[in-house]
């Protein structure tokens, strides 16, 4: 570990022990950062530095702002940070927004004074965003103006989080204090190896987890996936749903097209529909988003100009063949197709354009090795399935969390799933190994589901599982017991899908529920949950092929 340049020693402090971390591949050229780094300086500043400052960096629905007019609004928010708000190098900051260039901003700001940054889902309530604050110690979050109803409250469930910037428009009190700050700013003199960013896990059991990446790890997923597999130009315009609170969005739309001096179109609304309309206005040219997405908009294609996309990357949930085949027959471009991860920072099994196999995940990106081990830790025999096991440049680093010893076992990042490896050394994916369910491209945590629904009084018992779906590849399923009296039905299926709404983000409610006498157990009283998830899959698929 080098001189860490943070004051508040929070987050070094809670790094797991060394011996626990996964073995870290730097030796590559590519990965050997100076020992002093703040990755803003690379990502955003050195392009000033060079003369670039016109070009376009982030483009919205109204209004554009170039690579100058990020810096200045970037340094302006880190001079409001420190001397405003009494930030310093260490502190983290809670960010709650929608995909806007103030997002962005104010991410940007936080990590060039030092502080570190974690984002949060807009959709996310208030007892969602109290474990964030509480497990990382929060007390100053910059915040959407219009989604500070349930920050409010968190702060109920989460006092230390002493104080909320709301931000958004003129007039705000972020954008009021930026007007009197300073345009220049020195960035913070931290170390590569200094956290500036927490991503939390959606987590299965035991509540999420805090990621803990570095400035590298930032600058890794550019000079990895992004230079050896992606490969961006200057010129290109990128486009995508994922929100920047999952790391998959921050390096789509923001660390990969800033890296090359690209520009990213950001949209607060990215449905199929927003996001086609904005393909065309925009002229965008690489797509970022989930293979459901893709699927829904084949049927809107005819109608629709993509011809300025040349890229069109698929993540969050494992990519049918049958939507590879018919993006590539609608409109002739390979979906790039990868795997990748919070603990990882992005995506590390995915190949380039020219050396994609359909159907397959793809190989290891450069500086990543992977491979596939059995229930003891040995490595499978080619075309055996088993469990992934990978190691790169980026790996897991949980905040303070016992479970680092579940996810890095002997050196090499463990991510929960199940694959074959070819002979040509490509990677197919087979399934989950946990109780994730994938819907949409949205990790849903099964446990969490069930214990909003068991806190309704109409609910005597629940289980939860995932259930195939033709639209969304996935959708949450809940087995209930209903509670003496209470009448199973339509409506109490309504009411509690409107229950667990309110309860959590609304992604997250169970799309189908099936009304129990009873669930089945094991001999000492486990729920069943693989004889559920069994039951759901032959319940979606009754022919069996």
């Not at 730097?26 to 400052?53: A, K």
């Not at 983290?92 to 927004?97: A, G």
């Not at 500070?148 to 931000?167: C, H, Q, S, Y």
Request: with cysteine.
């Amino acid at each position: 570990m080098h001189r860490s340049g943070h004051l508040d020693t929070f987050a070094r402090d809670r790094l797991p022990p060394k011996a626990l971390w996964p073995d870290l591949l730097l030796d590559r050229p590519e990965f050997r950062y100076p020992e002093r780094l703040n990755c803003v300086s690379v990502l955003l500043d050195r392009w000033i530095e060079e003369g670039h400052g016109d070009r376009p960096c982030l483009i919205a629905p109204g209004e554009t702002w170039s690579y100058r007019e990020l810096f200045e609004r970037v340094n302006r928010i880190a001079n409001v940070l420190v001397e405003r708000l009494g930030l310093i190098p260490g502190n983290r900051v809670l960010l709650r927004s929608a995909n806007t260039p103030m997002l962005v901003a104010a991410y940007l700001a936080v990590m060039k004074a030092g502080g570190v940054a974690v984002a949060t889902m807009p959709l996310l309530r208030a007892k969602e965003l109290a474990l964030p604050i509480d497990v990382a110690r929060i007390s100053l979050a910059l915040c959407d103006a219009r989604l500070l109803e349930d920050l409010d409250k968190a702060r109920l469930l989460a006092p230390g989080l002493e104080r909320i910037v709301p931000f958004g428009e003129a007039g705000q009190p972020l954008e009021a204090m930026m007007a009197e700050a300073s345009p220049l700013f020195d960035a913070c003199d931290t170390a590569c190896d200094d956290v500036c960013l927490l991503g939390f896990t959606s987590g299965t059991t035991g509540g999420p987890k805090a990621t803990m990446h570095f400035h590298r790890d930032v600058l890794a997923i550019a000079d990895g996936y992004g230079r050896q597999v992606l490969r961006p130009e200057p010129e290109d315009r990128f486009i995508g749903s994922p929100p920047l609170a999952f790391t998959f969005g921050l390096g789509g739309l923001v660390v990969f097209p800033m890296s090359v001096g690209a520009a990213a179109v950001l949209l607060e609304k990215a449905g199929p529909k927003e996001l086609l309309e904005a393909i065309e206005r925009f002229r965008a040219t690489i797509l970022f988003t989930a293979p459901t997405a893709y699927r829904a908009m084949l049927g809107a294609l005819g109608g629709a100009d993509v011809s300025s996309l040349r890229l069109c990357v698929s993540a969050g949930e494992t990519l049918p063949l049958p939507t590879f085949e018919a993006w590539k027959a609608a409109t002739g471009i390979a979906l790039m197709d990868g795997i990748g991860a919070t603990e990882m920072l992005h995506i590390f099994i995915g190949s380039p354009v020219e050396e994609i196999r359909p159907g397959a995940t793809g190989r290891p990106v450069p500086g990543y090795e992977a491979k596939v081990v059995d229930g003891q830790g040995r490595e499978a025999p080619l075309g055996t399935a088993g469990d992934l096991a990978v190691r790169g440049p980026t790996g897991c680093r949980y905040l303070d969390d016992v479970r680092q010893t579940v996810y890095v076992r002997d050196g090499w990042n463990r991510t929960g799933d199940t694959f074959i490896e070819d002979a040509d050394g490509y990677f197919w994916f087979q399934a989950r190994s946990d109780d994730m369910i994938i819907s949409s491209g949205y990790n849903i945590s099964g446990p969490e589901v069930e214990v909003s629904l068991a806190s309704h009084q109409d609910v005597a018992e629940c289980a939860v599982v995932g259930a195939p779906d033709v639209e969304r590849g996935t959708i949450v399923k809940a087995f209930v017991v209903p509670r003496p009296g209470a009448v199973a039905g339509e409506a109490l299926a309504r009411a509690l899908q409107e229950y667990v709404k309110g309860d959590l983000a609304p992604y997250k409610y169970p799309r189908a529920i099936e009304f129990r006498a009873e669930l089945p157990k094991t001999p000492s009283g486990k729920i069943q949950r693989s004889v559920l998830r069994q039951e759901a899959k032959a319940a979606a698929n009754p022919g069996g092929g």
